[in-house]
């Protein structure tokens, strides 16, 4: 289903991975905190892939890789996710304003950090 900037997402289960798959983002877009613009035939492609480490289950690793004109082949990136086993979980409560979400609970028992391919 598009969301409201036209992007969809779809996303699959496999066993114990959840696939994502992002296209049809609109307008102009910075493919990172360089500012390096991503091509404006707006044909990129996100593709995901949401797991657990199999040797540690406090670490979700989330495999990103980006499809666009703009780069010379398709860029990756794996992200780590840790939990802590010590932090109860608790939902989130926010509220959505102006096609905007605020999260009232600012608290989480996870942190990232991400390894280029």
Do not use: C
Request: no cysteine; hydrophobic share 30%.
């Amino acid at each position: 289903m598009p969301s409201a900037s036209g992007s969809i997402a779809i996303a699959t289960r496999r066993y114990d991975t959840l696939e994502v798959e992002t296209r049809g983002m609109r307008g102009p877009r910075a493919f990172d905190a360089t500012g390096m613009p991503l091509h404006a035939d707006n044909k990129t492609v996100v593709k995901e892939r949401i797991y657990l480490d199999k040797s540690n289950p406090n670490v979700m690793l989330n495999d990103i890789t980006t499809f666009d004109s703009s780069l010379t082949r398709p860029w990756a990136i794996t992200k780590k996710y840790g939990r802590n086993p010590g932090e109860k979980f608790r939902l989130a409560r926010g509220e959505l304003r102006g096609g905007q979400w605020s999260r009232r609970d600012q608290r989480q028992g996870y942190f990232f950090s991400g390894t280029a391919n």
